[in-house]
């Protein structure tokens, strides 16, 4: 092999090393940060394929996928200055390469040691504006709210997005504490008992003051109604009467006669006293009058 041949090989195997090293891959789970000469010349968040300057931009990558760091009996203070332990965890992830890198060196460690600091911070802050038994019970969502968005406006600063913090566990130190702890919890939920029931009866009371008013509204409504529907119906009635009275008022006499027999007389232990000479039984006296 002449010396020409080696130059060959050589160009070649230069060629291969330098197009291998033009070229990085992305993963879907990956950030890529692009250097040149230690200074920041572009940040690739889409997976794939991407391009740099062999032997002059360098390349580090990044988890992009949801972190999760727990912190197990961390103690902090009340407003009211006992002390209570909590275990909570607290998930983040990289939402900007660069900043991140600034703030972090891009170093896993102490990127934890600061996001450390700030969620305990924001717990610590949400625990010390509130009671006890506001923290174990009635505010407990509404703490770690406040403890979220307190420690998560810190972490955008190391270009950290945080994303939840949860509370897993509270414990008191000595058992002199939680004692105390429940029975001011029992004082409260009865205090809370009668607060409701007093409400209930409230309620109760304008339901049934309500109903009344629409009762009697109602009854109002149906009496009205009815004494127009009876004008209705004994105006009709003695309109038929009229008409009849004058088509033949003999009958019509007749007619009335037998009802009035039938109600004063439908009855065994009814007693009339008439004249015998009245008019009430001129039918029975005369049956052909009637026709």
């Given at each position: 092999m002449n010396a020409r041949q080696l130059v060959v090989i050589a160009l070649a195997v230069l060629a291969a090393f330098l197009a291998s090293q033009s070229f990085y891959v992305v993963r879907e789970t990956e950030y890529a940060i692009r250097f040149r000469f230690r200074d920041i010349v572009g940040v690739?968040?889409?997976?794939?394929?991407?391009?740099?300057?062999?032997?002059?931009?360098?390349?580090?990558?990044?988890?992009?996928?949801?972190?999760?760091?727990?912190?197990?009996?961390?103690?902090?203070?009340?407003?009211?200055?006992?002390?209570?332990?909590?275990?909570?965890?607290?998930?983040?992830?990289?939402?900007?390469?660069?900043?991140?890198?600034?703030?972090?060196?891009?170093?896993?460690?102490?990127?934890?040691?600061?996001?450390?600091?700030?969620?305990?911070?924001?717990?610590?802050?949400?625990?010390?504006?509130?009671?006890l038994q506001q923290v174990?019970?009635?505010?407990?969502?509404?703490?770690?709210?406040?403890?979220?968005?307190?420690?998560?406006?810190?972490?955008?600063?190391?270009?950290?997005a945080l994303i939840d913090v949860r509370v897993k566990r509270t414990e008191f130190p000595d058992e002199g504490t939680s004692d105390a702890v429940f029975k001011r919890m029992a004082q409260e939920f009865r205090r809370q008992a009668a607060q409701l029931r007093a409400e209930g009866d409230e309620q109760a009371y304008k339901i049934k003051a309500d109903a009344d008013r629409q009762k009697t509204e109602i009854l109002a409504d149906a009496a009205r109604d009815a004494a127009r529907t009876r004008g209705e119906g004994d105006a009709e009635a003695a309109?038929?009467?009229?008409?009849?009275?004058?088509?033949?008022?003999?009958?019509?006499?007749?007619?009335?006669?037998?009802?009035?027999?039938?109600?004063?007389?439908?009855?065994d232990h009814d007693l009339l006293v008439l004249a015998p000479d009245g008019e009430f039984f001129k039918y029975l006296k005369q049956p052909g009058r009637g026709r």
């Open positions: 690739d968040t889409t997976p794939g394929v991407h391009t740099k300057i062999p032997l002059i931009d360098s390349v580090q990558l990044f988890e992009k996928r949801v972190q999760t760091r727990e912190y197990p009996g961390e103690p902090f203070r009340t407003g009211e200055g006992n002390i209570l332990k909590v275990d909570y965890a607290a998930q983040w992830r990289i939402a900007d390469p660069a900043q991140y890198y600034r703030a972090t060196g891009g170093l896993t460690d102490v990127a934890s040691g600061r996001l450390d600091e700030i969620v305990r911070n924001g717990v610590k802050g949400a625990i010390a504006r509130r009671t174990v019970t009635v505010e407990r969502e509404e703490f770690v709210k406040d403890a979220l968005t307190a420690a998560a406006q810190s972490a955008k600063e190391l270009g950290i309109d038929i009467y009229a008409r009849a009275y004058q088509r033949n008022p003999e009958f019509y006499a007749f007619e009335r006669s037998l009802q009035a027999y039938v109600r004063a007389l439908g009855s």
